[in-house]
């Protein structure tokens, strides 16, 4: 348990943003899974759309800071890769 106030308002800070971070990644995860289903379909507009969707979502929680740039990055090559 936290002993100073400090600590008790960083516990409260760090429920907040587990709450909030945990939302984003369930919706990335729900956009990957999308896409790979176009994938494994072959409906190349399908798979442009979702693409798009899952780029633009991984590019949103980079700016927020809850994916780390460089795995947004990866994510985003291999959508552009099975797009091409």
Do not use: E, P
Request: net charge positive; aromatic share 2%; no cysteine.
């Amino acid at each position: 348990m936290a002993n100073t106030k400090s600590a008790i308002k960083a516990a409260r800070q760090t429920i907040r943003n587990t709450a909030r971070n945990k939302g984003v990644k369930t919706r990335l995860k729900t956009l990957h899974k999308k896409f790979d289903s176009a994938v494994a379909a072959g409906d190349k507009d399908v798979i442009k759309s979702a693409g798009s969707a899952y780029a633009s979502a991984m590019d949103r929680a980079t700016k927020s800071g809850i994916v780390h740039r460089n795995a947004a990055a990866r994510a985003k090559s291999h959508v552009a890769k099975a797009s091409a």
